[in-house]
């Protein structure tokens, strides 16, 4: 079972990252509504694109991050963005979307088998001529570790206030695969320290592979890009992002 509060911990380590939310507003621009946010959290992404007037379906495994989600939605984009508990490789959706979405490395989090399904369910989710982006490390990609047993963050519960120290450690497993196990260090007030372990394989992909991958998804026209400026894919470089068109 997920601890209670791991879903606010875990909005609340990227509740400063914007980098990537430039890209997914000028992406949600090229196609029609709705815009699929798929493994949404707490709808950090979602709400972004709703602000500009998007309507977004959200949508993730853990139901409480979408409680999370719902009770952070603004009551101005209460019919702009939409919130659903399922998992992201067996969903239905009430319109077909011109976009879907997976930021934050969601998609290296899937096994080959969950690739596969979940990009078969988004083919069947999109409309003639929609796309779907993919947020990965790169091959060889270096993720992060704590170093010298310091935090990799420190943030507070806002929930019941108490500081939560993050500590991550990664072994790689192969040439695709990478375990990283995170520790978030939740601080009480009598002193004690209650540990929650979370641990998350991730997958890395070559161009070449997701190509193949996505058309036989139906996501024939495939481009690559290193950063989110959408600068052309190098080899070497540490971000792959992944943008297919349906045919």
């Not at 930021?103 to 779907?132: I, N, W, Y």
């Not at 290193?226 to 190098?234: F, I, P, V």
Request: charged fraction near 20%; include cysteine.
């Amino acid at each position: 079972m997920t601890h209670p509060g791991l879903a606010r911990w875990t909005a609340a380590l990227y509740a400063d990252r914007s980098e990537d939310l430039p890209c997914w507003r000028a992406l949600a621009r090229q196609y029609p509504d709705p815009v699929l946010d798929l493994g949404c959290g707490d709808g950090r992404v979602a709400q972004a694109l709703a602000d500009d007037g998007h309507i977004v379906i959200g949508i993730d495994h853990d139901s409480q991050a979408i409680a999370l989600a719902d009770a952070r939605r603004p009551a101005s984009q209460r019919r702009a963005a939409h919130y659903v508990h399922a998992d992201i490789t067996d969903f239905r959706v009430p319109e077909l979307a011109g976009l879907s979405i997976l930021s934050c490395h969601t998609f290296a989090q899937l096994s080959d088998l969950e690739a596969k399904s979940t990009l078969a369910c988004v083919r069947r989710a999109t409309a003639k001529g929609g796309a779907v982006t993919l947020d990965l490390p790169a091959p060889n990609a270096a993720l992060g570790s704590s170093a010298s047993g310091e935090p990799l963050a420190v943030l507070v519960d806002p929930l019941n206030g108490h500081p939560i120290q993050v500590y991550a450690r990664t072994r790689r497993r192969g040439p695709r695969r990478s375990a990283v196990t995170w520790w978030y260090d939740e601080l009480l007030p009598d002193g004690h320290v209650l540990r929650v372990e979370v641990s998350t394989t991730y997958t890395f992909w070559t161009p070449s592979q997701l190509r193949r991958l996505l058309a036989q998804a139906g996501f024939p026209r495939a481009r690559f890009f290193s950063n989110y400026d959408m600068d052309e894919y190098r080899t070497g470089a540490s971000h792959l992002i992944a943008l297919g068109e349906a045919a």
